[in-house]
């Protein structure tokens, strides 16, 4: 069973930073591309990066690119979201989402598998 569980969320100032956690298990990592995803009430969930876990190949939504890195560690079987430059309009639910493949979806709808979410507030 693919479970994936996130952390590091928070209230920060903006222009601070602030790095989330997914712990993933359940999955043969190889075969995965994992995802961040963000979402505001009354909004969808809006892309925000994407990692190819074999290759490491990273991928970001414009809006971030610059400011946000995505990472993993394979030892840690754990993906990572460092965001810096934070701005109020990063405030949002973040939620980590995994899908079998390498095709990178740049949507909610390509995932299959998500975490709980974990908060993030970025106060202006």
């Known amino acids: 069973q693919v479970q994936l569980v996130e952390s590091g969320g928070g209230l920060v100032q903006a222009g601070g930073s602030l790095k989330l956690s997914c712990a993933a298990s359940?999955?043969?990592?190889?075969?995965?591309?994992m995802g961040w995803l963000r979402q505001v009430p009354g909004k969808e969930r809006e892309w925000v990066a994407a990692?190819?876990?074999?290759?490491?190949?990273?991928y970001y939504a414009d809006s971030v690119k610059g400011r946000f890195t995505i990472s993993r560690d394979n030892a840690k079987n754990t993906v990572y979201l460092q965001m810096d430059s934070l701005k109020s309009e990063d405030t949002a639910v973040y939620y980590c989402a995994a899908t079998r493949g390498v095709v990178v979806p740049l949507g909610q709808e390509g995932y299959q598998n998500w975490g709980q979410g974990t908060q993030v507030t970025v106060s202006s």
């Open positions: 359940g999955l043969t990592f190889s075969a995965y591309t």
């Open positions: 990692i190819r876990w074999i290759s490491g190949t990273t």
